[in-house]
């Protein structure tokens, strides 16, 4: 009798072995005590006096479990955008609730659809719900509707679109949306990742609020670690129809989102006056940034969000290069090789001096360096 040794070892899911773990915007340089980061697209404004005021009050209750149903948060948030806050989901960030959508909508045998330069974490919760990424080639560094479309097939369950896209900071026009939204199959679920969209100042933009409110197969999703500047809290939200919000809050944990989370949120996104100030800063600088770029002979992608994409022929390496003479000068920004970009650099919209000392020290390295 041949003697069958069992692997006696707990198990995970096959296609979990095959996620590459996300890898955050660094924040450190050694030798550096204060770097200038330009690596995570969070705001150089910080989150608005009101939001930190409200969670410095809320250390007076941490003793007490938050409201699990986030009433305060969700009706500010429905205050502003003009929504139903009983089809608002909160989460531990936007990344927790695109979690939630994978679990709940993707089995084994299924397939989730994301853009060839997509938002990475799409892939990770596709491949941890059990289900088979696939990736649509993108033109131009652009999602492409007739792609996307193209990848469809009867196992497709989930498409995920980021709105303006990180790293590459192109956007799809409502229009298109709204044609990807009619061309797809009913059962098919699209997932509107908008988490740039406060930045966007394009009349054939939009984050997808009308799409999500009335249609019952579209969900947006929107973040406060951006143009809010509450990253560390975690703190996202979703709009969608009462159907799907009942299916995410089954599955959400019954105390997601913290209490100084819902406390600085509710603060932060009824204070016009602070996001108006960093959309003109991002306003201001983002063409600033843009062009200086341009001048130096790099090339840069047009963007609509707190970021640029900048891009160096792969075969001399020169990305590579570029970021260590940057980090060798103190200043952080993201590598997009993860995003099938080996040869992009992705740079967040600093403040003044971190813009003006960025361009500084790239036109360094082009004058002695050549691209
Ligand atoms: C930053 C970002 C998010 C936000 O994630 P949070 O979990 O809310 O911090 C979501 N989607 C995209 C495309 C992003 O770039």
Redesign the pocket.
């Known amino acids: 009798m041949t003697k069958v040794f069992l692997d006696p070892r707990p198990k995970p899911k096959q296609s979990i072995l095959d996620i590459k773990a996300y890898v955050p915007g660094s924040h450190y340089l050694e030798s550096f005590d204060a770097p200038i980061v330009l690596s995570a697209?969070e705001t150089p404004l910080g989150p608005s006096p009101k939001a930190k005021a409200a969670f410095v009050s809320s250390s007076e209750n941490l003793g007490r479990y938050p409201d699990g149903s986030c009433q305060i948060l969700k009706r500010a948030i429905a205050d502003v955008h003009g929504l139903n806050p009983s089809r608002v989901v909160c989460g531990?960030?936007?990344?927790?609730i695109?979690s939630l959508i994978a679990q709940s909508y993707l089995s084994e045998n299924d397939e989730a659809i994301y853009t060839e330069h997509g938002?990475l974490?799409y892939k990770i919760v596709i491949l941890a719900a059990g289900a088979t990424p696939v990736a649509a080639k993108e033109s131009y560094f652009t999602a492409s509707i007739e792609n996307i479309l193209a990848c469809v097939t009867n196992r497709t369950k989930v498409v995920f679109l980021?709105n303006p896209?990180?790293p590459t900071g192109t956007f799809v026009s409502i229009e298109d949306v709204c044609k990807l939204r009619q061309s797809l199959p009913e059962d098919v679920l699209l997932v509107l990742?908008a988490?740039?969209a406060e930045y966007v100042h394009r009349n054939d933009y939009e984050a997808g609020i009308q799409l999500a409110a009335t249609t019952s197969n579209t969900v947006m999703?929107r973040?406060?670690?951006?143009i809010y500047g509450l990253?560390a809290l975690?703190?996202?939200w979703a709009y969608c129809s009462a159907e799907i919000a009942d299916v995410l809050n089954r599955v959400r944990g019954p105390f997601n989102v913290s209490a100084p989370a819902i406390a600085a949120g509710s603060a932060a996104i009824a204070d016009f006056e602070h996001l108006e100030r960093a959309r003109q800063h991002n306003d201001t600088w983002l063409v600033w940034l843009t062009n200086e770029i341009s001048k130096l002979g790099i090339e840069v992608t047009n963007s609509v969000g707190n970021f640029v994409l900048i891009h160096f022929s792969e075969s001399s390496n020169s990305a590579v290069k570029v970021d260590a003479f940057l980090k060798a000068n103190g200043i952080i920004c993201r590598r997009a090789e993860g995003y099938g970009l080996a040869g992009s650099l992705r740079i967040t919209i600093g403040t003044e001096k971190e813009n003006r000392l960025l361009i500084e020290t790239l036109s360094r390295f082009t004058s002695s360096n050549g691209k």
């Open positions: 697209n531990a960030g936007s990344d927790e695109l938002f974490l980021a896209n990180n990742d988490a740039y999703t973040t406060f670690s951006k990253a975690r703190l996202g």
